[in-house]
Every structure is written in structure tokens, then in C-alpha cells.
């Protein structure tokens, strides 16, 4: 879907407005390798400026909940009148700030001029989101990185020798900022491409927006977007867990083995097994029991849908998940899941080969249930001596 909106918007804009990018530049070329040493620094600078500019926002968002003592609703009107002053001051912060951005890159403000304009966005940006006014991130993290980028292209192109083109380091800090605040390097390179159609400068983009990524990741743990996800208490870097799953065995809570595939089965008679069972993963089993693999729904869909209906047999479906035993903790069969990508997977005995059990999602589930065994303890819920894969179950 989101692919769809995408290209009929972007159709549509194009059939409207033409086919010219966001920001028209001028022919740009690295003249010589020293020039990718200039974007290396600006990369480094820009990561620091993007953690900088996370700070500033939620320090002005928790100044402005610290100072407010009024009714909610007025907040945003006595923020405004703040915010005002700010814009008669700096009239360059009203809005998104586009045409401001563009004389930014064309390089027609002093240095001086731009550090100001960097550090109002900053605040201006903050203050608007602190006042609980509507604003998001993304068009002021570029905006800082034009003022940024500029900045250092005037001082470079003066200092420096083969410092290159002033405004093309504007051009590279609006997405190396973007990406030491957001950690998003890929989307940072597209995004530039697309604003500027200019491939040239692919390159010395590169350089710029990873190294403010990584700089960014050893200054701090959060994105700008993380950040306030943890400040209410959602940390998405803690990988969720099942509480006692690491004292449970999986012995404790495996179902019995369900009965197996035979390699030969069509497509259509494996569609029909595993339309009838939970997890719709099945074991794959040849005529003497021993274990090939397993065949999931999915897998048998796609075949279907992909026109492999006259498929002889499953055999081609065959997968082998992530091998769990049955004295491993129940943490361990939850991560073999997730990394199998399927609804079960098979437990295996000591010995590695024979398969005595199942496991599966609810069976994970089960092990949150109160007295359920711990490992070694002789009251297991299911006994682990399971019928092996091809004997029934």
C-alpha cells in the first residue's frame, strides 16, 4: 500500500509540476580524492549535531512541562506568543523553511548568519513541540544539516585547498544530519537522491551519512524517534521475554509429535494435512521414520499460488528450522522459532536425531502457566518419551 500511495503521488506531482527535482544544483564532480576526506569531517560533524539536536528537543520538552503550571488547553496559545517572538527575531524559522534551505545550498548567507539560523531551527522546532503544538523531525533535521553543511563548505572552500563546490556541503549535511539523528543511513541516501536527482554526488553522500550514523550509535543508544518511545516506557532495544522461560525445559511443555509428510505427497494432499493443524508446520518423514525436515503452510501456499500445483511431490517444500533439543529452556525453542520463521518446529532428543516432541507457539504460552515444571524436576507435564517422527502421535 505504501508502495501504491508512493508512485501516484509521485505520477501525479510529476504530471502537475514537471519532472524537475526538489533542488536544482549545479554540475558537481569530485575534482580531487582530498575532497572525500572534507566529507568524512562533515559526516562526523553532522553526527554529533543530529545527537545534539535530539538533546535539544526533549530538554526544551521537559523545560516547557516543568514551567507550565495552567490548564492544558491554554498551553499551546502561551506557547505561541513564545514562539512568536521567536519568528519576529528569526524570521527564517516560519514554517518548513524550504526556500531558506534553498538559499542555504546556493550559499548566500554569511557563516555567521547560518550558525544562528542552525541553532534557532533547533529550538524553534523544540519549542513548537514542547508548547504541545503539531510538528515532526524530519523537514527541521534537514534544515539543521543545510545550515550545517553550508557552514562548513564557506569555511572549507576558503581554508581548505580543493575544498570543492560551498553549496554541495550543504547539500550532504541535510542527510547526514537526518541520519546521526534518525540512524537511518539508507533512507538518508535515497532521499537526498530523489531531492536532487544529482547521482554525482552519490559518493561523497555516502561517506558523509554513515559515518554520522555510526558516530551517532557510540554517542547514544537512541534515535531521535526511540527516544521518546523510552521515555514513556516502551524501550524496543530490550528484546521482550517469557518470564521462568529460562528455568522451563521444553521436555516439560512439548506436545506430542504430530504425524509426519511422506516425501512423495502432492502439494495438494500436504495443503489439506496442514490445513488441519495448529502452527501449519508438518514433520517430513521417508518410509523407515527417519526425519527430513518440515513443510509449513506457507511454503505450500506459494507453491500453489505460483502455479506449482502439478508439483509430483512436497519434498521440493522441505525445511530445516533451527535445531531445539528437549532438555534446552523454553527460551531457547521461542528463539529457534523466531529465527525459523514458522508456527513449530521439532524437538529433538539427546542425541540430536530423533525427533520426541513439538513445539509451538501456545505451547511457549503454556510454560507462563503457574507450576509448570522446572528442568530436572520429575513432574513433567508431558513426558518427553514422544513417538518418533513416522509412528503416529
Known sequence: MVVVASVTASALGRAMLGNQPFLSLPTFSVQHPVEYLYYAVLGLAAGAVGVVFTRVLYLIEDLCDAAWRGPEWLRPAVGGVVLGLLLLVLPQMYGVGYPVLGNAVAGRYAV???????????????????????????????????????????????????????????????????????????????????????????????ISIVLATGLAHRLTGDTIYTLKLRRRGVDIGVRETIPHAGRVSIASVMRPVPDALAPEDTFSAAADRLSRVDGGVLPVADADGTYLGVVSVRAVSDALAGGGAGQSSADVLVELPVRVTASDPVSAGVEALDSSGLGAIPVFGQDGHEVVGWFDYPTALHALEPGVASVGSQNHAVVPEEPAVGAGG
Open 112 to 206: 555567521a548568519f547560518v550558525l544562528l539560523l542552525l541553532v534557532g531551527k533547533m529550538v524553534a522546532t523544540s519549542l513548537t513541540i514542547g508548547i504541545g503544538g503539531s510538528g515532526g523531525v524530519f523537514a527541521p533535521s534537514l534544515f539543521v544539516g543545510a545550515m550545517l553543511g553550508s557552514a562548513f563548505g564557506a569555511v572549507a572552500h576558503v581554508v581548505l585547498p580543493g575544498a570543492g563546490p560551498a553549496g554541495t556541503y550543504a547539500l550532504i549535511g541535510m542527510g547526514a544530519v537526518f541520519a546521526g539523528a534518525a540512524r537511518a543511513p539508507i533512507t538518508a541516501v535515497v532521499i537526498m537522491f530523489e531531492l536532487t536527482g544529482e547521482y554525482s554526488i552519490i559518493l561523497p553522500m555516502m
